[in-house]
């Protein structure tokens, strides 16, 4: 299920492209984007100006009602979702299963903002695996223009509630447009500090691990780092999730009531609690997720000791 985001292109800055570099040189998120720009004067008056948002409520996250039962000392600080269903809630309602994946996008929306809420720090989701390359010609074209006009849609929320995004995944394999646009959005929001929103694009955990240990051999290749320095700190250090300060979910929801996890996030996995939703996820809201967190929060967590 993907969500997205879109907005006009920035003109990107001319020089020499970062790809002359070793990938080990450049920024540790995206080693293989465009180069990125800023936002420029005209485009964010343009994103503050647009209509169609609903700002959420400004309160500080701790003048917040929270929910009876749910407390704030005990709130996961990184919650992960695999947003399984929309294509099966779309067949159960005889509809195409492209109003699945629309409906899945309005309910991210409505999580995101219960995160901000909430005072949760960081949300990632899989959007779009790996494996998903494989669905119809059509499908695929579908969820890339989806992407694209959610981008559009709500980059002035980003802005107005100080919300972060990062995409995470091989982004080489989108359309060029759309990785310029996903790249300028990342550094135009990087300074936000409110909440982070990590979106899984083209992404699977076995490719984020490959791609760790490719980065961490070319550096001992070029005598950087000794075979024998890598440990799991250098590992995580590599990982794409290293652009967040809380890499390792607390809590992981999956919804549809499908029991895996699919190949996402193998590795920063690890001690998170798991959560396994029944309702499909355009059916998934406040309720739901409030049920997942009052079950995380009764939880003793002992990370394997």
């Not at 691990?209 to 890598?230: F, H, M, N, T």
């Not at 029991?259 to 739901?288: C, H, K, V």
């Amino acid at each position: 299920m993907p969500f997205s985001l879109h907005f006009s292109p920035t003109p990107l800055i001319t020089g020499p492209s970062p790809l002359s570099k070793p990938f080990f040189l450049l920024p540790y998120y995206h080693t293989l984007h465009a180069p990125k720009s800023p936002l420029c004067s005209s485009m964010e008056h343009a994103l503050t100006h647009q209509g169609k948002q609903e700002a959420f409520d400004r309160r500080p996250e701790d003048s917040q009602t929270l929910p009876l039962g749910l407390r704030r000392d005990a709130m996961p600080s990184h919650v992960a979702v695999i947003m399984d269903g929309n294509r099966r809630w779309a067949r159960l309602r005889d509809l195409p299963v492209r109003s699945g994946y629309e409906a899945g996008v309005e309910s991210l929306r409505k999580i995101v903002e219960i995160c901000c809420k909430w005072g949760i720090k960081v949300l990632s989701v899989f959007a779009f695996s790996s494996d998903n390359w494989f669905r119809p010609k059509v499908e695929v074209e579908f969820l890339m223009s989806l992407f694209e006009r959610g981008m559009q849609e709500d980059t002035g929320i980003f802005f107005r509630e100080n919300i972060r995004i990062s995409v995470i995944g091989d982004l080489t394999k989108l359309p060029k447009a759309l990785q310029e646009l996903m790249v300028n959005l990342e550094e135009a929001t990087k300074n936000n500090t409110r909440f982070q929103l990590i979106v899984a694009v083209s992404y699977s955990g076995h490719y984020d691990v490959v791609q760790a240990c490719q980065r961490l051999a070319l550096k001992a290749k070029c005598g950087l780092i000794e075979p024998s320095d890598i440990n799991v700190s250098l590992m995580e250090q590599e990982l794409e999730t290293n652009c967040t300060e809380f890499p390792h979910p607390d809590l992981l929801i999956r919804t549809s009531g499908e029991f895996r996890i699919s190949n996402f996030m193998l590795w920063q996995l690890a001690y998170t609690e798991l959560f396994f939703a029944q309702s499909l996820w355009p059916d998934f809201g406040e309720a739901e997720f409030l049920k997942a967190l009052l079950a995380f929060q009764q939880r003793q967590r002992r990370y394997g000791v």
